[in-house]
């Protein structure tokens, strides 16, 4: 049984592009498999990325603190039991604990969990061109929901696909929001100001032993060790590759031998002839008009 997972907010027409570089293009042709990135590699440019909203947290650690308040109120009460000192040290120690566990939990889920990002839009972005494209030398891929489905119902691992909510992560209505559903997870959320992404993410969590997660807190905190010693790596997600592709799409600001160089990438790995173009995003319109039979 597949254990993929299409969230309901997605529909079979729906057109998906993954603009990339000529290198990843013949990684998925090669190994017939997406390139699924760590959430962690793009913090650089949106920290908030992974994150769960503000209302999930603040109760979290409210409970921690009031915990710890109630621990060393019973303990105040009598100052001469033996140890009193030791045991509310240890007290404290052990509610430091307690938060540092809930960060590295959730941050260790968060930097581990991979995704493959897709922009979802009926017709090629010229704004996705540049921004996702490097040197002029790009390549889409065009596909859609009902393609995507086929080509990668050939796995039998935990991957969920929906689409990115953009959202206040200040804002408080959001306690609203049902956060046991996976479409309310933390890979599916980015700030308002990365809207014009308009991103369909594919997402896949690694799993990681519990256990090992306690060894990192305890070498945390007691040793000094960075709590994050756990590998995070990309992930390849089987896929068909001739099921998955509409198109592909040569950038429109790329010059010649690029454009031959990804026919021949395409004609070796069998992809049909017809199936390849470059963009027509800068044709020119009086040719149209005026030329065309």
């Known amino acids: 049984m597949s254990k993929v997972k299409f969230s309901k907010t997605l ?12 290198d990843k293009l013949i990684y998925l042709l090669k190994e017939k498999s997406l390139f699924l990135t760590p959430l962690s590699y793009f913090m650089e440019t949106d920290p908030f990325e992974g994150y769960l909203p503000e209302v999930i947290f603040k109760p979290m650690i409210k409970n921690l603190q009031d915990a710890q308040a109630y ?21 404290k120690q052990m509610s430091e604990i307690s938060k540092k566990n809930l960060e590295v939990t959730y941050e260790s889920g968060t930097k581990r969990t991979c995704v493959s990002c897709w922009h979802q839009n009926n017709i090629e972005s010229e704004a996705m061109w540049k921004l996702y494209t490097d040197n002029n030398k790009g390549i889409a891929i065009k596909s859609n929901i009902s393609l995507l489905r086929k080509a990668i119902n050939i796995n039998n691992i935990p991957v969920m696909i929906g689409k990115v909510q953009y959202i206040d992560y200040f804002d408080p209505s959001l306690a609203d929001l049902d956060f046991s559903n996976w479409e309310n997870s933390g890979g599916f959320f980015k700030r308002k100001e990365y809207s014009h992404e308009n991103e369909i993410r594919i997402c896949h969590k690694p799993f990681v032993d519990p256990s090992s997660m306690q060894h990192f807190v305890l070498d945390s905190m007691f040793e000094g060790k960075p709590w994050n010693g756990f590998e995070i790596k990309p992930f390849a997600l089987k896929i068909n590759p001739h099921e998955l592709i509409e198109e592909i799409i040569i950038s429109p600001y790329t010059k010649e031998p690029f454009a031959s160089s990804v026919v021949d990438v395409c004609k070796k790995n069998n992809i049909p002839e017809n199936k390849v173009r470059k963009s027509n995003l800068l044709d020119d319109y009086k040719k149209m008009i005026f030329y065309s039979n």
């Not at 529909?11 to 570089?21: A, F, G, P, Q, V």
């Open 11 to 22: 529909n079979d027409e729906m057109t998906i592009w993954r603009y990339l570089s000529l």
């Open 71 to 91: 621990s060393e109120s019973i303990i105040e009460q009598d100052s001469s039991v033996p140890y009193f000192q030791e045991i509310k040290n240890h007290m």
